[in-house]
């Protein structure tokens, strides 16, 4: 019903501002109310030891709005890598589905990338 992605690129240099973008996509047949804090998604970003590099502050402020058959919702993360090494990005999207007593909730993974950040 819902498919979350993540793109970002492949290789950066160190200090190098770089973007990532995730996507969450209606794939289901219907129109329905979608409900998130300020943002959609978590973006997470590891180090080859597994170790997270950064971290997020996020307002409570909560969102709700409709969300389309095949519409998509995507939120950039602009972060910037301090040592050279391979580094692995993921987004988790966390919403809720659905009004009053028939709501569901999500937190969905994207994909798992490497970047690699070079001298």
């Known amino acids: ?26 794939s289901s047949s219907n129109r329905v ?9 978590k973006f997470i970003i590891k180090d080859s030891k597994g ?6 502050a996020m307002a409570d402020v909560g969102k709700v709005g409709p969300f389309g058959t095949n519409e998509t919702l995507t939120e950039q993360y602009e972060y910037k890598l301090e040592s050279p090494g391979q580094y692995e990005v993921s987004a988790i999207a ?3 589905i659905g009004d009053g007593e028939h709501q569901e909730n999500y937190e969905l993974e994207t994909n798992k990338l490497v970047i ?3 001298r």
Do not use: C, D, G, W
């Open 1 to 26: 019903m819902y498919a979350v992605s993540i793109e970002s690129p492949e290789q950066i240099k160190i200090k190098e501002v770089f973007s990532m973008t995730a996507t969450l996509l209606n």
């Open 33 to 41: 109310a979608i409900r998130h804090a300020s943002k959609l998604f």
């Open 51 to 56: 170790k997270r590099v950064n971290v997020i």
């Open 94 to 96: 966390v919403f809720q």
């Open 116 to 118: 690699e950040v070079m």
